[in-house]
């Protein structure tokens, strides 16, 4: 009953719960994870990296919260902010999860490499202005 009051505020915090988000999360989860194994096989791993890598993924979400408020105040509920905000998310983080892959050892195709850069560009933010904090996570 928790899980479903907590998955209910989420839902109406984050606009819905469709595929934009839906990848954002996983691409989360997936670079969380990549994160840890190459800090593992590099022997850097680091709690302190990991806890503030963990911190900036949530706070992700208040921003993505804050693109909804900012929807609903200037376009009549249509997701704009929201979309250029998890766009954006979701390009870094799944830029992040090939640059782990290639720390591991797997070998991904540039056209789901180049997909990634897209999602980013349409969040408005360009490989250029990406600041790496995504080491560890």
Not at 10 to 23: E, H, K, M, R
Not at 36 to 42: E, G, N, P, R, T
Not at 55 to 73: E, G, H, P, S, T
Not at 103 to 115: E, Q, R, T
Request: aromatic share 10%; hydrophobic share 45%; net charge neutral.
């Amino acid at each position: 009953a928790v899980l479903s009051v907590l998955a209910t505020i989420s839902n109406s915090f984050l606009g819905g719960w469709d595929v934009a988000i839906q990848t954002l999360w996983f691409a989360m989860i997936v670079d969380y994870g990549t994160g840890v194994l190459a800090a593992i096989k590099h022997k850097k791993l680091n709690s302190d990296v990991m806890f503030w890598g963990g911190v900036r993924k949530l706070l992700c979400f208040v921003v993505i919260y804050m693109a909804v408020l900012l929807d609903n105040l200037m376009s009549d509920g249509a997701p704009v902010f929201r979309s250029l905000a998890i766009y954006s998310y979701a390009g870094r983080e799944g830029l992040s999860v090939i640059e782990n892959m290639g720390l591991l050892g797997v070998w991904m195709p540039s056209k789901i490499k180049g997909i990634f850069e897209q999602l980013q560009e349409k969040g408005g933010e360009s490989n250029d202005n990406k600041s790496d904090n995504n080491s560890g996570n």
